[in-house]
């Protein structure tokens, strides 16, 4: 099955399920986690069922298109539920059967791994799932976000969309996959991973990074006063990322990224705390 037929399969499966697809966001993240329709879904009352697929960006991951099964631009897809329902697991393991996976036919374990982003100030209890040996998703209940309990709770499903292609698939690596029709994911992506690994690894300006997470910090903070909260979020994403290059050309020490990490959850819960504010307001 190649990743086209994963994300349409899986957009079909939640869809029938109740969430509504959202867009990818349009601009860089870590993980489909730090996107506007997870971060801002999970924070107050109002329930949210949402599913969207979401290229996401780990600079420090880049191997110049040599590693198999490990890349700086990754795909996930992803999917909230609040509140969290009772049967989420089975949901879960439907999605798989729904995939063409016979989940009586192989081993899956929900193996216990809780999370944590400290940037954006979130956490939660939860499950790397494996099938077969190979981490294919992880299944999350979140407690916090922007520094801020969660009540009621959500529970994130996120499907490693390359783990999921490679296991159906039956291939050894990445690039050997197929993303759609006469289309390869290595003619689509392995220029793309060799020329930023270059640029994360070697070439980035780290005076240049430095000062535009600065900027873009102090516009962050200039929009919260000004109640904006949406568009500083996005400047917050963008120091995120910032800080990620930064850290892929070792320029951060530990006692910086100790303040630097600071800084930007600071920053979520300040937009946090706005939102609710705001939402509340519109709920009255």
Not at 65 to 88: C, M, S, W
Not at 89 to 106: A, E, K
Not at 210 to 219: G, L, P, S, T, W
Not at 263 to 276: E, G, H, P, Q, V
Request: charged share 25%.
């Amino acid at each position: 099955m190649s990743l086209q037929n994963i994300i349409i399969k899986l957009q079909e499966f939640w869809s029938q399920n109740g969430c509504y697809i959202a867009s990818g966001y349009d601009t860089e993240v870590g993980a489909g986690t730090m996107t506007p329709d997870t971060f801002f879904r999970v924070l107050g009352e109002k329930p949210w069922k949402v599913a969207f697929w979401q290229p996401s960006r780990r600079p420090c991951d880049g191997r110049y298109a040599e590693n198999p099964n490990r890349v700086q631009k990754h795909n996930q897809f992803q999917v909230i539920l609040k509140p969290t329902p009772d049967n989420g697991q089975i949901l879960f393991l439907n999605s798989l059967n729904h995939l063409g996976i016979d989940i009586r036919s192989h081993d899956i374990k929900f193996d216990e791994d809780n999370w944590a982003s400290p940037s954006i100030g979130a956490w939660g209890v939860g499950w790397q799932i494996m099938c077969d040996g190979l981490e294919i998703s992880q299944f999350t209940y979140f407690q916090q976000a922007g520094g801020i309990e969660l009540n009621p709770n959500s529970l994130e499903i996120t499907y490693g969309l390359e783990r999921l292609a490679i296991f159906l698939d039956k291939r050894n690596s990445i690039y050997n996959l197929k993303w759609g029709h006469d289309i390869s994911y290595s003619e689509l992506r392995t220029k793309e991973e060799k020329q930023f690994s270059i640029y994360n690894f070697e070439i980035a300006n780290i005076d240049f990074l430095r000062n535009i997470f600065d900027q873009y910090k102090n516009e962050a903070k200039k929009l919260i006063e000004s109640n904006l909260y949406l568009p500083a979020y996005d400047y917050l994403l963008k120091c995120s990322h910032t800080f990620n290059i930064l850290d892929a050309r070792k320029a951060i020490s530990t006692a910086e990224r100790t303040t630097l990490i600071k800084t930007m959850r600071d920053l979520s819960s300040k937009i946090a705390k706005k939102y609710i504010k705001d939402t509340g307001k519109n709920n009255e």
